[in-house]
């Protein structure tokens, strides 16, 4: 790693420490202006997650979700584009194995990958949509999929009211699923199930299709600089098109997943959110596949943290969509900590100068 990419990561590494330390501190500022007992609403919120084998294994159920949706997210935006897909695919991906691990009758273990993978299908198909409408008639994919994702929510609701919904219930509510279909638990006394050990096994197979395969070389070159991608002769549209169906299908896949490691019925009302705050773990992983987990795991500690503290104190659980929105702002922020890595540049340039110039004094002199 020459010295450049060290500064780099260097830099990063404590950009992100302070963004974290930043959110920190936001949380005890927030509490102590609106709650009138602050300490045990701090303590809930910062320690609360680590006083229990279930509250930890709450903390990793909260990334899973997190993991898949960051990882479209970073395949999406690496190839240069914007759509925000990652939560219709999910969703629909939910809404696909709902329907396999209600309708089929096959064997376990075979059940919940075919349904699992049947949500990654409809998860892809999604995403064509408006990677489809940009490639043939330039339609933005920022527009298009946003307005897709609201579409699909009501065609869910819709599918499991008109088609799966158990009658006898009170809510909205589908079928129970066949025992088949549901993702085993790995941890005894948590709900720690297959789709964590699913999602870190996509990280690093993502960061291997980004980085160790030529499609991913294509997808980055393309990302980087779309005009340099054409002239080189790679067909940037196709790269793009296939970047937000490979995306989509890994937020399907997630969506099942998440749906047959943690529920035995569909009941949601609307999307539950994880497209948009993949969003923020894919950021505060600097669009680093095997980071996600970290980043997911740090959000999810936030989110369990705040969920505890809302049921012990008098401070609401809303404060985490605050901090979410600031750590965006903050990781958005190039001029962060820009001062100091050009510092470091220069300076690692100078002494590298001094010591070629030095090379070249010995050399004369022998």
């Avoid at 960061?207 to 080189?232: D, E, H, M, Q, V």
């Avoid at 989509?248 to 539950?272: D, H, Q, S, V």
Wanted: glycine fraction near 10%.
């Amino acid at each position: 790693m020459n010295s450049n990419k060290k500064i780099h990561l260097l830099v990063d590494s404590i950009k992100m420490a302070l963004i974290i330390a930043i959110a920190c501190g936001l949380v005890s500022v927030i509490v102590f202006l609106v709650s009138d007992d602050p300490w045990p609403a701090i303590y809930s919120f910062f320690v609360g997650p680590f006083t229990s084998l279930r509250r930890i294994g709450n903390i990793i159920e909260a990334a899973s979700p997190l993991v898949f949706t960051a990882l479209a997210v970073i395949i999406i935006f690496g190839s240069g584009q914007f759509s925000m897909i990652a939560e219709g695919s999910f969703f629909i991906g939910i809404t696909g194995t709902m329907a396999a691990a209600i309708a089929l009758d096959l064997p376990a273990g075979v059940h919940s990958v075919v349904a699992i993978l049947f949500g990654g299908v409809c998860g892809a198909f999604v995403a064509l949509i408006p990677a489809f409408l940009k490639m043939k008639w330039s339609v933005s994919e920022l527009v298009t999929s946003i307005m897709l994702n609201y579409v699909v929510q009501f065609f869910a609701i819709y599918t499991v009211s008109y088609h799966f919904r158990e009658v006898s219930s009170s809510s909205l509510a589908s079928l129970a699923f066949k025992d088949t279909s549901r993702l085993p638990v790995v941890l005894e006394g948590t709900r720690i199930h297959g789709g964590v050990i699913l999602g870190l096994a996509f990280c690093v197979l993502v960061w291997f299709f980004l980085y160790r395969t030529s499609f991913g070389t294509k997808l980055r070159i393309t990302g980087g600089n779309p005009l340099f991608a054409k002239y080189a002769g790679l067909s940037v549209t196709g790269v793009m098109v296939a970047a937000q169906v490979i995306a989509g299908a890994i937020a399907g896949i997630g969506g099942g997943a998440e749906l047959l490691g943690m529920y035995n019925r569909f009941k949601w009302t609307a999307t539950p959110g994880y497209g948009w705050t993949g969003i923020v773990v894919a950021l505060l992983a600097r669009s680093n596949p095997l980071l996600v987990p970290l980043a997911a795991a740090f959000i999810g500690y936030l989110n369990v943290g705040a969920d505890i503290m809302a049921r012990s104190s008098d401070v609401g659980s809303e404060m985490v969509d605050i901090i979410q929105g600031v750590m965006m702002f903050l990781i958005a922020a190039d001029a962060l900590l820009r001062g100091l890595k050009q510092r470091m540049i220069v300076k690692a340039a100078k002494l590298e100068e001094a010591a070629m110039q030095e090379e070249a004094a010995k050399e004369v002199r022998a």
